[in-house]
């Protein structure tokens, strides 16, 4: 468990241990928030749930998140911010295959690591977004189109097939978020009680696949063969 308040007896650490520590506590705050919002939704979700799903005391969650309204929207931030970080890898100079397939397995990693958080971020959608509507046509619709523009130069110059950048961003996130948001539907009909690694594993490589050829970035000279 990790301790939230410090022990008076210890000696003073500096500023950046402090920074690092309040980081440390609050992740671990925000992971245990994730799997109850995700079980309860805000409205069931409480703070002594929270807590307890932390092994914290109530006292503790409060010293880091003043209400359950700014620990919902911090879960939101960071599962929007966790998801956007790999797209950095979109540029103009990179490759287009392997740009688009790292972005396709960092955020399939996500879906894999932390389904809690991507399942919170898609019930919010479903009511409507009124925590990150705002974002969503803000800062993510500018990123979003500033990627596209960077696959619609790629397309330009012949680099890959004639697709729509910006729902090129849509297939992605449906096919990466399903397998957190839809966890036990794609279980059930697999047999599985739930997702393992194997899974997951299996599930990348043929998102990977899929896109990547869609995108007209694999030559796979044995379906051309069949085709033919």
Not at 31 to 60: D, H, Q, S, W, Y
Not at 100 to 126: C, D, G, W
Not at 199 to 224: F, M, P, W
Request: with cysteine; glycine share 8%.
């Amino acid at each position: 468990m990790i301790r939230i308040s410090g022990n008076p007896s210890t000696p003073p650490v500096d500023e950046a241990s402090k920074g690092q520590i309040r980081q440390a506590n609050e992740a671990h705050i925000l992971a245990a928030a994730e799997r109850v919002f995700a079980g309860a939704g805000f409205g069931g979700a409480t703070m002594a749930a929270i807590a307890e799903a932390a092994c914290l005391p109530k006292a503790n969650l409060h010293y880091y998140f003043g209400s359950k309204q700014v620990l919902y929207r911090a879960v939101l931030a960071r599962t929007l911010e966790d998801w956007l970080v790999p797209t950095h890898v979109i540029k103009p100079e990179a490759d287009p295959k392997l740009a688009i397939e790292t972005y396709i397995r960092a955020k399939m990693a996500l879906s894999a690591q932390r389904p809690h958080a991507s399942r919170v971020f898609a019930n919010e959608l479903l009511h409507g977004a009124p925590v990150v509507k705002a974002l969503l046509g803000t800062e993510l619709r500018e990123l979003v189109l500033l990627k596209a523009s960077v696959i619609e130069g790629w397309i330009n110059a012949g680099r890959m097939a004639p697709v729509d950048p910006v729902h090129l961003f849509f297939t992605i996130w449906a096919a990466t978020q399903t397998y957190a948001d839809f966890g036990v539907q794609v279980s059930a009909v697999l047999g599985r009680t739930e997702l393992g690694s194997s899974d997951y594993a299996c599930a990348t490589e043929h998102v990977v696949s899929l896109i990547l050829r869609g995108c007209g970035l694999l030559n796979d000279k044995k379906q051309g063969s069949r085709a033919q």
